[in-house]
């Protein structure tokens, strides 16, 4: 674990860097305790994969005081508080394929399978949600099968239709609003992933566990 | 009878801003706010409301509205020409503003976006704790969107009956077109050729017409990387310049994105990131590196020339 000082605003606190579900663990493990310090002068502490960003006004800030909190944390090892299986387990309904998932067919050639097979696979791992990040309600799934994992498009489409579930490398998730994007996508869910009318905004937190359930492609 | 604002023309980007939407980036909320802090909270500072209170930040072509309220105005940040009913308002002081008046922007002479605060703060909903307008997600301010004409919005009740200030004149921002900005080294500032930092220190860099308020596209030489390793998705700060395979910078703004996978070669510091704010398209950016101690010095003087305001308000 090592502090990165990015900018006079925040710092990231880096653990190795990989994608494992154990360091996912830690750094939202580590990222909770921090913001329980209350520090002053720290306006956000947000966990990725393998670090987390703690975003301060320069001004308030004690960095003297953040550094002794994140070398305090960092030594605590993380005892697994929450048993993978006691995660909360979300299913999410997808049409694959056709109109709703227009790169199916082209992900399977690539693998060199069927399209049902690349729609079995997908479906058929438990994934956990690593980290919540580019816009509000897009939770980073892991880790896909690597038989139908797949490369972002080398240019990204100028808009790709709310709740399109898409792979990328070894990831997978759900477009929760129409934005451009690069993920290969193989389906589309009518799960709202982010709602300010609801508590919680967003329908997967960092930890949960989530499955996806093939429907058939009837429209709505 | 409430007081309100009404938009009769919205201008081409006119949202509601506050300071931003702050301890939600692990649900992946962005921030959202000012592209330009400094003057959003000179003109908050000029009508006696709190740094916190909320503003209107016209983009380009400003907006005509209604006030609907006996308060007092301010607009800080691009120079418009702005006139209430008939009357000729300086940018950077506060006026008067009885029931009804017409509050209209005209033509622009420098700077992009300019902040039209009211007396007690304009108090649409607060969605996540910040009325703060983030365009992309499409959440707060006025449904989460730019303003249109018909938009009625709400006013708060002002805390302080300021009579009208001195004027203030050198106390606002230097706005051109040509930006001069400080930044440091980023995270992944090691991942690029030594070319590309002496290229990012040196060059002259334009804004491209593909820059919004999430960030803005750099054109300018392009800056190449050592290697072609992945970055796995982290957090972001603001003001970070990322820069994608292809070499050409993005600056991030206002309404970025939480967390990305490109590499970081440098962040511009706290206290420049308004000037950077008031670049539109086609203008110029020169960075200029500086340390950790230089940029809290900086932003240091920022806080004082707006605690000098404050001083000269309370005098008056």
Redesign the interface.
């Known amino acids: 674990m090592d502090i990165s000082r990015e900018s006079d605003t925040m710092w990231l606190v880096r653990f190795e860097q990989q994608i494992d579900q154990q360091i996912s663990e830690r750094a939202i493990d580590v990222a909770t305790r921090l913001r329980g310090h209350g520090l002053r002068g720290v306006r956000d502490v947000v966990p990725a994969y393998c670090a987390v960003g703690i975003h301060f006004d320069p001004l308030q800030v004690d960095l003297l005081a953040l550094e002794r909190a994140i070398a305090h944390e960092g030594a605590i090892a993380t005892d697994a508080s929450v048993p993978v299986e006691t995660a909360p387990l979300v299913e999410i309904p997808v049409r694959y394929g056709g109109e709703d998932g227009p790169d199916l067919d082209a992900l399977a050639a690539r693998a060199g399978c069927s399209p049902d097979e690349v729609i079995e696979r997908h479906r058929a791992r438990e994934y956990r949600v690593y980290m919540l990040g580019f816009v509000p309600g897009f939770a980073y799934l892991g880790r896909v099968d690597p038989r139908i994992a797949a490369p972002r498009h080398r240019t990204p489409r100028e808009r790709v239709p709310a709740g399109s579930v898409g792979i990328a490398g070894e990831q997978t998730g759900v477009y929760p609003i129409a934005t451009p994007g690069g993920w290969q996508i193989v389906g589309r869910t009518d799960l709202r992933m982010f709602d300010v009318s609801r508590t919680p905004a967003n329908l997967l937190s960092a930890g949960d566990r989530v499955r996806f359930v093939p429907v058939p492609e009837a429209r709505r | 009878m409430s007081d309100t604002l009404r938009i009769v023309r919205p201008g081409l980007l006119t949202t509601v801003q506050d300071l931003g939407r702050?301890?939600?980036?692990?649900?992946?909320?962005?921030?959202s706010g000012p592209m330009d802090w400094f003057s959003h909270r000179l003109a908050n500072e000029l009508v006696g409301n709190p740094s916190t209170a909320a503003t209107l930040e016209a983009t380009l072509i400003g907006p005509e509205l209604i006030v609907d309220a006996d308060t007092i105005g301010a607009v800080a940040g691009a120079d418009f020409e702005v006139t209430c009913d008939d009357a000729t308002v300086a940018s950077t002081k506060a006026f008067a503003i009885r029931r009804g008046a017409r509050v209209r922007f005209g033509r622009r002479h420098a700077g992009s976006r300019a902040y039209l605060a009211i007396a007690g703060g304009i108090t649409t909903p607060r969605?996540?704790g910040s009325r703060a307008t983030d365009l992309?997600?499409?959440?707060g301010g006025v449904d989460g969107r730019a303003l249109i004409a018909g938009d009625v919005l709400p006013l708060g009740m002002a805390t302080l009956v300021s009579t009208p200030p001195r004027d203030v004149a050198g106390l606002a921002l230097p706005i051109t077109g040509q930006a001069q900005v400080r930044i440091?080294p980023?995270?992944q500032a090691e991942w690029f050729t030594a070319e590309a930092w002496t290229m990012l220190t040196t060059a002259s860099f334009r804004v491209s017409s593909r820059s919004n308020r999430m960030g803005f596209r750099l054109e300018g030489p392009a800056l190449t990387r050592l290697h072609s390793d992945e970055l796995?998705?982290?957090?972001?700060?603001?003001?970070?310049i990322q820069v994608p395979a292809a070499g050409e910078p993005i600056l991030l703004m206002a309404d970025r994105?939480?967390?990305?996978g490109y590499p970081?070669i440098a962040?511009?510091?706290?206290a420049d990131l308004p000037l950077a704010g008031q670049l539109a398209p086609g203008d110029t950016i020169r960075f200029q590196s500086c340390t950790?101690a230089e940029?809290?010095g900086a932003?240091?003087a920022r806080?004082r020339q707006l605690l000098r305001y404050a001083g000269l308000r309370d005098a008056s």
Request: glycine share 14%; aromatic share 2%.
């Open positions: 702050w301890g939600h980036q692990a649900e992946a909320v962005s921030v969605v996540l992309v997600s499409g959440i440091m980023g995270g796995i998705t982290e957090p972001l700060a603001e003001g970070a994105q939480t967390a990305g970081k962040n511009l510091i706290k950790h940029a809290v932003l240091i806080e």
